[in-house]
């Protein structure tokens, strides 16, 4: 039986730099979901090492990247490409450049603050609550963003900085990737405080695909084993529950220099 790529599909919506290839990555870590690399299969220490505890100078070219063509819809803002297909569409464009996986769950990572129409799956949220928001903020700043004087370079948009180069010259709605603001201030307000890939995931979700919200702040408060253990009650997996233990460790420590020691630790 062919699978429906518009059902057989979760998602974890989340705001960039909030987590979310981690998320992804623990939702990999049973015999329903297909892993993105065949290494997690083989040594799930190894590839967490590899692919989780990055430098955040590198983060955007080493993190964890699914292995599908997906290349006729996307996943973040302000690209809008795809969001109006129907699922038949949807169905016969993954099918033609995908091979099927039929007997596996399919997991992706979305960054938009909305879910279109034609995705039929299931979606978990990480949800931006006040405890966690400047830990996000000082992540993303350090991820995404280089600054010179009053001039921010994004990085997510510069071929220099991403994995997939190409993407940057392939598509006509690329953004600006450099803009001088007169403060760090007005930044944040426009490019954090105020932007639509934050501010409307500041509250938990509740559509009928949403099976799951997850606080941002539980990731700094709950072990993975604590995680791993809701998501599979949501979603009905077997998440091996030491693998996602260790997982969420080594994330803690590789994200630690983010955390406000008043807040967190």
Not at 38 to 44: E, Q
Not at 54 to 80: C, G, M, S, V
Not at 81 to 108: A, C, H, P, T, W
Not at 113 to 130: A, E, L, S
């Amino acid at each position: 039986m062919l699978m429906n790529i518009s059902k057989d599909w979760i998602w974890c919506q989340y705001t960039p730099g909030a987590g979310g290839k981690m998320l992804c990555t623990m939702l990999q870590l049973g015999t329903k979901v297909h892993s993105w690399d065949l290494l997690l299969d083989k040594d799930y220490k190894k590839y967490i090492n590899k692919r989780i505890k990055i430098d955040p100078a590198t983060h955007l070219k080493k993190e964890p990247h699914f292995p599908y063509n997906l290349d006729w819809y996307t996943r973040q803002l302000p690209f809008k490409r795809g969001d109006n297909l129907s699922s038949d569409e949807v169905n016969k464009l993954f099918l033609k450049n995908n091979q099927s996986y039929s007997n596996k769950i399919l997991v992706m990572q979305w960054c938009k603050p909305y879910i279109p129409k034609w995705f039929q799956g299931r979606v978990i949220t990480i949800v931006n609550d006040k405890k966690s928001q400047n830990f996000l903020k000082k992540r993303r700043n350090n991820i995404f963003y280089k600054w010179k004087g009053n001039t921010v370079f994004k990085k997510r948009f510069m071929a220099s900085s991403i994995t997939n180069k190409h993407l940057t010259k392939v598509f006509k709605d690329n953004p600006e990737f450099k803009k001088n603001y007169e403060s760090k201030t007005s930044f944040y307000q426009k490019e954090f405080y105020n932007h639509p890939e934050f501010k409307p995931l500041r509250n938990k979700q509740s559509s009928k695909q949403h099976k799951c919200n997850i606080n941002l702040s539980n990731l700094f408060s709950k072990t993975g084993r604590e995680i791993a253990k809701k998501l599979n009650k949501n979603l009905n997996l077997d998440i091996d529950l030491d693998k996602a233990d260790y997982l969420l460790k080594v994330w803690l420590k590789n994200n630690q220099r983010f955390f406000d020691s008043n807040n967190f630790f």
